[in-house]
C-alpha cells in the first residue's frame, strides 16, 4: 500500500488540476484582502481584521473538492491505471485507501493555502491583527481538518464506484451545490427568532405611540421535532459543521469554542462514507 501511496501522490503533484486549485484558493483570498485593505484606506472607520475573512474559503470547499476528486480518481480510470493496479496484485482495499489518504491530502493542501494567503496579507501589514487568540486559531484548523476530511471521504465513496469522470464529476459538483443550499436554508429557520415584532404604526407627526409593541408567531421558525430533524441534519453535513466554525472565528467566539460536536460527527460520516465507497468498489466489475 506504501507503493500505492507513493505513487498517488507523485501523480497529484504532477496534476495541473491540483496546482489550479491551489493558486485559486490562494489568490482568491488575497484578492479578497487586498479589496478590504483598500476600503480600509478609503473608509478609516473601517478595520481590515483577517479573523473575518480567515475561513470564508469553508464556504466552497466542497465544490473544489469533487471538482479535484473527480479529475483524480477518473484519470485513473481512463489512463486504465486502475485496472494495472488490480492485475499487478494490489488489493481493492488498498487501491481505495491509496486514492482516499491522497484526497483527503489534497483537500487540506488548498485550503491551507487559502488561510496562508491571508496570514501573508497579515504579515505584510494589510491586514490589522488577529482578534482570536493564534492559539485558538490553530486550535480551530484542527477541529476544521476533519470535516474537509469528510467531503473527499464522500467524493471518493462517489468516484471511484463511477468510471467515467465527467459523470461523477456532475454528480459531485450538484452534490456539493445541494449541501451548500440546504445548509444555508437550514441555518435560516435554525437561527430565526421564535416571535417577530410587529410594524409599529407612527403619528402624522412621525412620533411612535406610547405602547407596548406587539409581536406575532414567527413563520420561518421551526420548533419540536422538525426542529430536531433540521438541527440533526445540519450538524451531520460538512457545510454544516464549517459553518459554525466560521462563525465562531467571525465573532471572536474560539475561546468559548469547543468544537467536539463537529469532530465527532466528521469522524463518523468519514467511516460511514469509507465504509460505503469500499463496499461498492468492491463489488464494481472493472475491465
Known amino acids: 500500500m506504501i507503493r500505492l501511496i507513493r505513487a498517488d501522490f507523485s501523480r497529484l503533484f504532477m496534476d495541473k488540476i491540483f496546482y489550479i486549485a491551489l493558486i485559486f484558493n490562494f489568490g482568491f483570498a488575497a484578492f479578497i484582502g487586498i479589496t478590504r485593505y483598500f476600503d480600509s484606506l478609503e473608509y ?12 470564508v474559503g469553508t464556504e466552497y470547499i466542497g465544490i473544489v473538492i469533487a471538482i479535484l476528486s473527480a479529475a483524480f480518481i477518473g484519470t485513473d480510470y481512463s489512463c486504465g491505471t486502475i485496472r494495472n493496479k488490480l492485475t499487478s496484485g494490489h488489493r481493492r482495499i488498498s487501491i481505495y485507501f491509496s486514492e482516499l489518504l491522497t484526497n483527503i ?3 487540506v493542501m488548498i485550503y491551507l493555502a487559502f488561510m496562508a494567503a ?11 491583527d488577529f482578534k482570536n487568540d493564534i492559539r485558538d486559531i490553530v486550535k480551530t484548523i484542527f477541529i476544521l481538518i476533519p470535516s474537509i476530511a469528510a467531503f473527499a471521504a464522500l467524493f471518493t465513496a462517489i468516484d471511484l464506484p463511477i468510471a467515467s469522470r465527467s459523470a461523477s464529476l456532475i454528480v459531485g ?3 456539493a451545490l445541494g449541501m451548500i443550499i440546504s445548509v444555508s436554508a437550514l441555518k435560516f429557520h435554525l437561527s430565526a427568532e421564535e416571535y417577530r415584532q410587529l410594524p409599529v404604526e407612527v403619528t402624522e407627526y412621525g412620533n411612535e405611540p406610547m405602547t407596548e409593541p406587539q ?3 414567527n413563520p420561518a421558525y421551526v420548533d419540536g421535532a422538525k426542529r430536531k430533524v433540521y438541527q440533526a441534519v445540519y450538524d451531520i453535513l460538512p457545510n454544516g459543521q464549517l459553518l459554525d466554525i466560521n462563525e465562531a472565528v467571525i465573532y471572536y467566539e474560539l475561546d468559548k469554542f469547543d468544537g467536539k460536536k463537529q469532530m465527532l460527527f466528521a469522524f463518523g460520516e468519514i ?10 468498489f468492491s463489488k464494481r466489475d472493472i475491465r
Open 215 to 217: 409581536y406575532e408567531k
Open 173 to 175: 459538483v450538484c452534490l
Open 44 to 55: 478609516h472607520h473601517y478595520i481590515n481584521i483577517p479573523d473575518d475573512f480567515l475561513f
Open 271 to 280: 467511516i460511514v462514507f469509507t465504509a460505503a465507497g469500499l463496499f461498492i
Open 105 to 107: 491530502a489534497a483537500a
Open 118 to 128: 491571508v496570514c501573508l496579507l497579515a504579515a505584510l501589514g494589510f491586514t490589522a
